[in-house]
């Protein structure tokens, strides 16, 4: 069977997988509301589905070196349906806080071991592929707060129970495909997890220098983007909809940055890109009137979703075949982890009365100070590539 279909099942599973990760940010407000809490909390929900994503991270890759990762592609997808349906069904913030966090790990289990097998069922195109695998999920964030608001005309739980039914008709699916699909045999030499990760200690620190710091910010500003926008004078509906273009301007730039990754140097790419998105969010906190906050929004979404292919494509075209899923765990866990913190150190940011423009201004200009130290040791050639 062509590796097509098994590919387009993944494709599948991440909208899914990305949706579960997503959906809790249009609902943060849902959750103010329906169980009396504030900002800071509310964030704390966000930010435990990204430590969820993170937590098993590193054991997803020690169990690579002993099963198959298409085996562990469909695990992430059980554990997905199961615990969408534990959050659906939460009653006290606790309970939604435990099924958050547990979508967020069938995420971390998924992203570990499909990213590296998607690039090992098309070696020649990483990048591309991940762009699109990375489109598939982009996808989901971009239909979220609809897809939110539409379910909040039942119920706010209608959404994580079409999640829960969602990824267990198409885990299914994926695990028929791959039945009969011949699996690639590059990771068949990564045995030894703990070695594999420290021998690519360099590119995995260098990965999260670039990057690390950028997808922190990241987080608070996504995760609250459609209160910032109501803060600046948008109405709840308008504020709703720029979150919705900020993750629509993600999906070509998936394409465009992933086909990018495999015609420009890694680093440098990376590099820029870090740098045009410190200065995007700068502007946005300098911007007033709706038509400019529409621009620099639709900027700043396109730019930042064009890192997510490129830092992949870094990581997992310039790892060797011997310890490409190791160290793609090890890397991949502590930069998750780095994202995970950021909702809830803005929600504490923002609970202390500090405005959103002024702490999102301070992390752009902390990130152009980062970049410019980091674009120095790479002329210097000190950076791995």
Known sequence: ??????????????????????????????????????????????????????????????????????????????????????????????????????????????????????????????????????????????????????????????????????????????????????????????????????????????????VGAAVFVWQGVFNFYELYMQSKGLSDRTAGAMLTVVFASGVPAFFVGGDLADRLPHVPYLLGIVGAFSACLYALTLVEGLLAIVAITVILGFVVHALFPATDTYLLDTLPDSTRGSAYAAFSSAWMLTQALGSSALGVFIEQDYSYDAVFASAALFLAATIAILAVLEWRGWLPS
């Open 1 to 210: 069977m062509p590796r097509s279909r098994l590919f387009a099942s993944l494709c599948g599973l991440v909208f899914l997988v990305n949706l579960a990760r997503i959906v809790f940010a249009p609902l943060l407000d849902v959750f103010i509301t329906e169980f009396a809490i504030g900002e800071a909390t509310a964030g704390l929900i966000a930010t435990l589905v990204w430590v969820g994503s993170a937590s098993l991270r590193l054991p997803t890759g020690w169990l690579l070196t002993k099963v198959p990762r298409h085996r562990i592609v469909v695990a992430s997808g059980l554990v997905l349906s199961v615990s969408s349906g534990l959050a659906a069904t939460a009653t006290t913030v606790r309970h939604l806080m435990a099924g958050a966090f547990l979508m967020g790990i069938a995420s971390g289990i998924y992203f570990v071991a499909a990213n590296p097998l998607v690039s090992e069922l098309y070696p020649s195109r990483v990048g591309r592929v991940m762009g699109i695998h990375g489109a598939a999920s982009q996808i989901a964030a971009v239909i979220a707060a609809p897809f939110v608001a539409l379910t909040l005309l039942v119920d706010w739980r209608l959404s994580l129970w079409a999640i829960a039914v969602g990824a267990a008709v198409i885990t299914g699916y994926t695990w028929l495909a791959a039945r009969d699909t011949e699996m690639p045999a590059a990771g068949e030499e990564d045995r030894d997890f703990l070695g594999s990760a420290l021998s690519e200690w360099r590119i995995i620190v260098t990965g999260l220098a670039i």
